[in-house]
C-alpha cells in the first residue's frame, strides 16, 4: 500500500516550534489599555512546511479606530502577521491576540490569544497548508503504524455507543451481560440464570405491536406476555400436554394460558375438610364427600391436579394454600408440604379442586366423556337462548345441520329436534300439569297430561281446541270418588259430591256419564235429588225412602256446538223401587271448566251418604 503525503502531513506536518519550550515567548503580543498607540508582535522563529523555518520579525500593528482587530500568524504559505477586523480565519492560522479599540483609537481590551501547544493540519486552525501528495513512501515500511492499524477494524463492522444498530449471527456473550431496549429477531439461548433487571420497573408492561409476542416484567417482578397486540397477562409453567385416550387421564397442575382462552378457577363445589396431619414434609387432609357423594366417599379427584385450601384455622392455617394432589384416596388427599410435623387433628376447612374454564373461544373435540368412575361433582352445558346442540346430516354432512336441542326464540321453552322430526325410541315420562296457555299459532298445539282429568290432553291454537284424536265405542273415566262421608241436609240443594270437567273435554257430539250410589243414612222425610251442571240444574226425583242404597245416572250430551247439551236423568233406583227422572236441555259452553255436582234437599234432620261416584266420558 502506497502512503500517500497527504495522510503524512495530517499526523506529522507543520510542527510550529511554539510546542518547544525553549520559544514559548515567541510572537508575544503587547499593548497598552487606556492609550492610544500599537499592538507590538515580537519577533519568533517558526518550522513551517512551505520554507522550512522561517524568522518572523517583530511588528507594530495599529489597530483599527473603534473596532475588533484579530491578529494572528497568517499559514497559508510562508507565514507572516496578519489582521481581520471580523474574525480569525477559518483554517490555517495561528492566533495571537484579540485587540478592541474606540473611536479616538485608545484600546479598550485585549487578549492574548495564544495557545500553550499547538499543532497545526490541513483542517485545522493554524495548519500549515502543504500541498497533499507531496510526500512519497510506502506505509508497510513503517512497521509500528502498520500493525496498529492492523488491529482496528473497519467502522461499518463494530457496535458504536448511540444509534439504532443490526447485529448479525450467533453472538457469546461472557460474564455478567445487559441488553437494555433491545429487540432479539431470533433465538436467545442461555446455559444459565436470565435475570431480568435488577429492580422492577415502575411502569406496568404495554401491549405488543401486530404480529409481536412481547414477554416483559410487570411492575410485581412478574413475567407477563402479550400476543398481536392483545393485553399482558400472567404467564407461567411448561408446556400443555394433552393426554390422549377416553379412560380417565391424571389431572394437570393449574396454570393460566390466556393465549389458548384457557383460565383456572376455584371448583364452585366446596369440600369440609375434617382432619389433618404432616409428617416427614407430606401431608394428608382428609375431605367429608357425603353430601356429594354419597355413602361411598369417593372424592374422584386425578392426581397431580391442583387444588386449594382454605379457611382451615390457627394452629393448622399452615394447610391453607394452594397444592399438587400427589395421590388421592377415597376421602383423602395428599401432597407435599414442607413444614414441621402434625399429628392425626379433626379440624375445619374448605376443600375445592381448580376448574378449567375456556373463554373466548370456540371448541371443537372428538369425544366428550364423563364416565361413573371419574365423574364430575358439579356442572352443565350452558348456552346462549337459541344457541343449539345439533349435529351434521346424514346425505350432506358438510352443509345439512340438524338440531337436536335448542331455546325457542319468544318463549321459555325448549324446541327438541327440528322439521326433520323427533325419534323415542324408549317410554315418555311426563308430569301432569294445569293446561298451559293457548298457543299463539293456529296450527301449534300443547299436547300435556292434565292435572285435573289425569289424560293425555291436545289443546289447538289459540282458541284450545281439543285436537286428540277420535275415537269410536268404549269409554274413558274422568273421575272417580269413593265413600264421600254423610253429609246432613239444610233445607236447600247441598252437593253431595262434585268434579270440574276440564275445558274442552267434552267435543261437539261428545257425551258424559255420571254414575252415583248413595243412601238417604238418617232421618224419614222425603228427600229430592238432581244434577247441576256449569250452574243450571235438572229437574229433581224425590224419594222419602231410606235405608236401602240408591243408584241413579245421568246422561249429558253435547248436540251440533259445544255450547248446547241434552241430559237424561234417570231411573232413581232404591231397593226395588224404580222412579223415572227428568230429561231436558242445558246451554251451558263446554269449551271452558264447569262443575258437576249430585245435589240432595230435605231438612236439617236428615242425612245421605255418598258410596261412589264416577264420571265417564264417552267416545
Not at 506536518?13 to 510546542?19: D, Q
Not at 501528495?133 to 477494524?153: E, F, H, M, R, V
Not at 275445558?503 to 261437539?508: L, S
Not at 236401602?548 to 232404591?574: A, D, M
Request: proline letters at 5%.
Amino acid at each position: 500500500m502506497t502512503l500517500k503525503c497527504n495522510e503524512i502531513k495530517a499526523k506529522l506536518l507543520i510542527m510550529l516550534l511554539l510546542a518547544v519550550p525553549a520559544f514559548a515567548q515567541d510572537i508575544r503580543p503587547s499593548a497598552y489599555i487606556g492609550q492610544a498607540g500599537k499592538i507590538t508582535v515580537r519577533s519568533s522563529k517558526v518550522l513551517a512546511g512551505i520554507g522550512g523555518v522561517v524568522t518572523i520579525p517583530q511588528t507594530d500593528i495599529t489597530p483599527a479606530l473603534g473596532s475588533v482587530t484579530y491578529i494572528y500568524l497568517d499559514l497559508t504559505a510562508s507565514p507572516v502577521i496578519a489582521t481581520n477586523n471580523t474574525s480569525f480565519p477559518a483554517s490555517s492560522y495561528f492566533p495571537i491576540c484579540i485587540v478592541t479599540t474606540n473611536i479616538s483609537g485608545v484600546i479598550t481590551a485585549f487578549t492574548d490569544s495564544r495557545p500553550d501547544a499547538f499543532l497545526a493540519g490541513a483542517g485545522g486552525g493554524g495548519g500549515g497548508g502543504g500541498t497533499w501528495g507531496g510526500i512519497l513512501g510506502t506505509l508497510s515500511d513503517q512497521s509500528d503504524i502498520q500493525t496498529a492499524l492492523n488491529q482496528k477494524a473497519d467502522d461499518g463492522s463494530v457496535v458504536h455507543d448511540t444509534g439504532d444498530e443490526t447485529i448479525l449471527g450467533n453472538k457469546a456473550f461472557g460474564g455478567a451481560t445487559s441488553l437494555l431496549d433491545t429487540a432479539i429477531d431470533g433465538q436467545l439461548t442461555t446455559d444459565g440464570s436470565l435475570d431480568f433487571l435488577s429492580t422492577w420497573p415502575s411502569s406496568a408492561c404495554t401491549a405488543s405491536s401486530t404480529s409481536t409476542t412481547r414477554l416483559c416484567i410487570d411492575t410485581d417482578g412478574s413475567i407477563k406476555q402479550s400476543i398481536n397486540g392483545a393485553a399482558p397477562s400472567a404467564i407461567g409453567g411448561t408446556t400443555t400436554t394433552w393426554p390422549a385416550g377416553t379412560t380417565a387421564a391424571p389431572g394437570w397442575p393449574a396454570i393460566n394460558h390466556p393465549e389458548l382462552g384457557l383460565t383456572v378457577v376455584p371448583s364452585a363445589t366446596t369440600f369440609s375438610v375434617t382432619n389433618v396431619s404432616r409428617a416427614s414434609n407430606v401431608a394428608v387432609v382428609t375431605i367429608d364427600t357425603t353430601p356429594f357423594t354419597g355413602s361411598g366417599h369417593l372424592l374422584n379427584w386425578p392426581t397431580n391436579a391442583t387444588f386449594k385450601l382454605s379457611g382451615i384455622p390457627p394452629p393448622y392455617d399452615s394447610f391453607n394454600g394452594d397444592f399438587t394432589a400427589t395421590a388421592v384416596g377415597t376421602n383423602t388427599v395428599t401432597f407435599a408440604q414442607t413444614a414441621a410435623n402434625v399429628s392425626s387433628t379433626p379440624t375445619t376447612g374448605n376443600a375445592q379442586i381448580y376448574s378449567l374454564i375456556v373463554t373466548g373461544y370456540e371448541v371443537g373435540m372428538t369425544r366428550f366423556v364423563s364416565t361413573s368412575t371419574n365423574a364430575a361433582h358439579w356442572g352443565s352445558i350452558r348456552l346462549g337462548k337459541t344457541d343449539g346442540i345439533t349435529r351434521a346430516g346424514d346425505a350432506d354432512p358438510v352443509n345439512t345441520t340438524h338440531v337436536l336441542l335448542q331455546g325457542e326464540s319468544g318463549s321459555e321453552r325448549a324446541l327438541v329436534g327440528d322439521s326433520s322430526g323427533l325419534s323415542i325410541p324408549g317410554p315418555i315420562k311426563s308430569t301432569e300439569q294445569a293446561a298451559p296457555a293457548a298457543q299463539a299459532n293456529a296450527a301449534d298445539y300443547n299436547l300435556f297430561v292434565d292435572s285435573t282429568s289425569h289424560k293425555l290432553t291436545c289443546k289447538l291454537g289459540s282458541g284450545a281446541t281439543d285436537c286428540m284424536p277420535a275415537q269410536t265405542g268404549g269409554s274413558a273415566l274422568l273421575n272417580k270418588q269413593i265413600n264421600t262421608g254423610a253429609v246432613t241436609g239444610t233445607g236447600a240443594a247441598a252437593n253431595l259430591v262434585s268434579f270440574v270437567v276440564p275445558g274442552g273435554t267434552m267435543t261437539v257430539g261428545g257425551c258424559l256419564r255420571t254414575t252415583i250410589i248413595f243412601q238417604h243414612t238418617t232421618g224419614s222425610a222425603s228427600v229430592a235429588y238432581s244434577m247441576a251442571f256449569g250452574g243450571s240444574s235438572t229437574g229433581t226425583i224425590s224419594s222419602a225412602l231410606s235405608g236401602s242404597q240408591g243408584r241413579i245416572e245421568l246422561l249429558l250430551c253435547n248436540g251440533v256446538t259445544v255450547s248446547s247439551q241434552q241430559y237424561v236423568f234417570s231411573p232413581l233406583i232404591i231397593g226395588t223401587t224404580v222412579i223415572s227422572g227428568p230429561r231436558g236441555g242445558f246451554s251451558i259452553n263446554t269449551a271452558n271448566d264447569q262443575t258437576l255436582a249430585f245435589q240432595f234437599n230435605v231438612a236439617a234432620t236428615d242425612a245421605v251418604t255418598g258410596y261412589i261416584f264416577t264420571i265417564e266420558l264417552l267416545k
